[in-house]
């Protein structure tokens, strides 16, 4: 079946710093890829949507700028954390869209600390 | 603002038994609905897709659909201590890829 590798899956940073989490769909191409983050004891939250080749697009609230999306390849995306601070600790999930069948594969998820 | 709704629980049933979810949702041009399980901390599983109205079954799993309703359901039967987790609706909106999750039901199955 479709798998999506995430890496890493789980990272404690300095504030201030930031953070690159990686996406790979492995056995098929992706046209799209979300980004979501989900906090203890509560649903996952779509932050953003990216398609191959083009600019991520936002959900509302979520800081564009601090939440750096890069979706070079139907294979790969990547969300950066810029300047992490405390109340970025989350755990935050990918998922692809196969091109073929439409079906969504969620990475293992990346579990992030700031301290 | 399209909303998916669950009962947040837990919901508590013993082994064996059928274990009910439900889930409610706003947007009445939804087309894809989705049931995930998840493991404390571990990324959403798929269960089950489903996409008319009627009943689908997989295995000990059957999702019911009811469009009219604007209402998903996920039934478990033969319940077993490893279903214990919680279980999210998902629901794809028209004109749209994204998936719209509802807060989730914990499900207990105590032996």
């Known amino acids: 079946g479709a798998v999506v590798s995430q890496h890493p899956s789980w990272v404690i940073c300095k504030s201030g710093t930031s953070v690159k989490i990686e996406c790979r769909s492995l056995?098929?191409?992706?046209?799209?890829m979300f980004w979501y983050r989900q906090f203890p004891k509560q649903s996952l939250m779509l932050m953003a949507t990216?398609?191959?080749?083009?600019?991520?697009?936002?959900e509302q609230g979520v800081e564009k700028d601090k939440f750096l999306i890069n979706h070079a390849s139907l294979t790969l995306s990547t969300l950066t954390v810029t300047s992490a601070h405390p109340e970025d600790s989350s755990f935050y999930i990918c998922?692809?869209?196969?091109?073929?069948?439409?079906?969504?594969?969620f990475g293992s998820g990346t579990r992030l600390t700031v301290v | 603002q399209k909303e998916v709704e669950q009962n947040s629980g837990p919901l508590s049933v013993p082994e064996g038994a059928i274990a009910s979810l439900n889930c409610t949702y706003s947007?009445?041009?939804?087309?894809?609905f989705f049931w995930y399980r998840q493991y404390s901390g571990k990324s959403p599983e798929l269960i089950m897709s489903?996409?008319?109205?009627g009943d689908k079954e997989d295995g000990r799993f059957t999702a019911q659909l009811n469009k009219a309703s604007q209402y998903v359901s996920l039934l478990i039967r033969d319940s077993q201590p490893s279903d214990s987790a919680t279980y999210l609706c998902?629901?794809?909106?028209?004109?749209?890829?994204?998936?719209?999750f509802g807060t989730g039901t914990r499900l207990q199955v105590f032996p």
């Open positions: 056995d098929f191409q992706a046209t799209t």
């Open positions: 990216s398609n191959e080749g083009s600019k991520a697009t936002y």
């Open positions: 998922s692809a869209r196969d091109r073929l069948n439409y079906g969504y594969t």
């Open positions: 998902a629901v794809k909106g028209e004109g749209t890829d994204k998936l719209i």
């Open positions: 947007d009445r041009g939804s087309q894809s």
């Open positions: 489903i996409y008319s109205n």
